[in-house]
C-alpha cells in the first residue's frame, strides 16, 4: 500500500485504478495494513452512530438500491445492505478494497475503482452516502457530478466531510496546547499544498443549494473531546501515520507531534479536533425550468 495524506480514506492518490468487480476474499494484511484497519475502524466506531442516523432519517427501507463511495473498512455497506434486504443491493466503492472484499455477498457488490470514473448505469441508486472522501478529491466537483448522475431523481445523497478550521486546543499544558494548534497549522498546510481546502466540510450547504438539491438538512457536530476519546485516538493515529508530511509543511515540529499525540492521551486536556459537516438532501424529481 503506498503512502498518502488522506487523513481518513483508505485512498492511494497516484495510483490509477480500473473499475473492476471484486470477488469475496479475504487478504493476509501486512503489520502497515492491519495498523491501517485499525484507524479506519476507530473512525467506525466513532461516527457511524451519527451517520447512520442521517442515512435513516432519508427512509432507507427493503429494496432499495444503495452506493457506498469510500467503503473504508465496510460497516455502513454491510450495515446498509442488511436494511435493504436480499431484494436491495449496496454497492460498496473504493480505490483499495482490501479490506472489504470479504463483505461480498448477493445483495453487496464490492467494486475497486476511482468515483470520478465509475463505470455503473445512470440514476440506478435512491441512496449514496459518502464520508470523509471528497475533501481527499481535489477535482471534488467531477466526483460529486458522478454520484449525481448514479443517483435517481427523488434519490437521496448524504455527504459527510470535516472542517479543520475549527480545531484548536482548549484547555491542557500551555506547552503542549501550543504545539497542538502549530500541528493543526500543519494540518491545514498539508491539505492546501495538495489544492485541498481542509475546511471543505463547511462549504456543503452552499454547494448543494448551487446543484439545486431540494429537502437540504444540516448538522455541525464539533466535539469537545478529552483525551482518551475516540476522536481523540483517531487524530492521533493519523499524527503517528502522517508524521513525516505535518514536519514537511514547515509548521510544525516533531516534538510538536509528540506533544499533540500526549494531549491526545490525556484524560485531562481538553480539544476540538475538527468538525464534522453531515448534509443530506434530495435530488430534484424532475428537471428545473430554466
Known amino acids: 500500500m503506498s503512502d498518502s495524506t488522506y487523513i481518513f480514506a483508505n485512498s492511494q492518490p497516484e495510483k490509477k485504478v480500473e473499475s473492476k ?7 493476509k494484511l501486512t503489520e502497515t495494513e492491519l495498523k491501517e484497519l485499525a484507524r479506519l475502524q476507530a473512525i467506525e466506531r466513532v ?6 442516523q442521517r442515512i435513516q432519517a432519508t427512509g432507507i427501507s427493503p429494496n432499495w438500491c444503495c452506493l457506498e463511495v469510500g467503503a473504508g473498512a465496510g460497516s455502513i455497506a454491510r450495515w446498509m445492505a442488511e436494511i435493504v434486504g436480499e431484494n436491495g443491493k449496496v454497492v460498496a466503492v473504493d480505490l483499495n478494497t482490501r479490506f472489504v472484499a470479504k463483505l461480498a455477498r ?3 457488490e464490492v467494486i475497486e475503482a476511482d468515483i470520478r470514473h465509475l ?8 441512496l449514496i452516502h459518502t464520508r470523509y472522501v471528497l475533501i481527499h478529491v481535489p477535482e471534488f466537483q467531477i466526483a460529486l457530478a458522478k454520484m ?3 443517483l435517481k431523481p427523488g434519490g437521496w445523497i448524504v455527504i459527510e466531510e470535516p472542517d479543520f478550521s475549527a480545531a484548536r ?3 491542557g499544558n500551555e506547552a503542549a496546547c501550543q504545539s497542538m494548534n502549530r500541528v493543526n497549522e500543519a494540518i491545514a498546510q498539508m491539505f492546501a499544498s495538495r489544492g485541498m481546502d481542509y475546511a471543505f466540510g463547511i462549504k456543503l450547504p452552499t454547494i448543494f443549494q448551487q446543484l439545486n438539491l431540494q429537502e437540504l438538512s444540516v448538522e455541525n457536530d464539533t466535539p469537545l473531546a478529552p ?3 475516540g476522536i481523540a485516538t483517531v487524530m492521533k493515529m493519523s499524527a503517528e501515520r502522517l508524521t513525516d508530511k505535518y514536519i514537511a509543511t514547515g509548521k510544525a515540529t516533531q516534538q510538536d507531534i509528540e506533544r499533540y499525540c500526549q494531549i491526545a492521551e490525556d484524560p485531562q486536556s481538553w480539544a476540538i479536533y475538527y468538525s464534522t459537516i453531515g448534509a443530506t438532501a434530495r435530488k430534484s424529481k424532475s428537471k428545473v425550468k430554466s
Do not use: C, H, M, W
Open 21 to 27: 468487480t471484486v470477488e469475496p476474499q479475504e487478504f
Open 47 to 52: 461516527f457511524d452512530p451519527a451517520s447512520r
Open 106 to 108: 448477493a445483495n453487496l
Open 119 to 126: 463505470a455503473l448505469k445512470s440514476q440506478s441508486f435512491d
Open 148 to 150: 449525481l448522475d448514479l
Open 169 to 171: 486546543a482548549i484547555a
Open 227 to 229: 483525551g482518551g476519546s
